[in-house]
């Protein structure tokens, strides 16, 4: 008889789920401490869910949607508040 075995992932999002990078909102789910990505064993996404993610949060990063870096993050580890007017006082 054949072992049945329970996956490894929740099935959270369907396989063929888009991660936009023009939603930073949601992007900061997978952010962790200091801006890193959260890796797929925390997260529990699959290996194409995580390299899809990793992706559309560097490409936010590229575009300034998303902070880089840990000088972007307080000593609570929280982002910093960005304006969506730029250069606005």
Request: hydrophobic share 35%; proline share 6%; no cysteine.
């Amino acid at each position: 008889m054949k072992k049945t075995t329970r996956s490894k992932y929740r099935q959270e999002f369907s396989g063929d789920h888009v991660f936009d990078y023009k939603d930073p909102a949601s992007l900061t789910r997978f952010i962790g401490d200091g801006g890193k990505i959260t890796p797929s064993r925390i997260s529990k996404l699959s290996v194409a869910q995580q390299k899809r993610v990793a992706a559309a949060v560097k490409k936010s990063r590229n575009l300034a949607l998303l902070p880089s870096g840990s000088d972007s993050y307080d000593t609570f580890h929280r982002a910093e508040a960005i304006s969506p007017v730029p250069f606005e006082i």
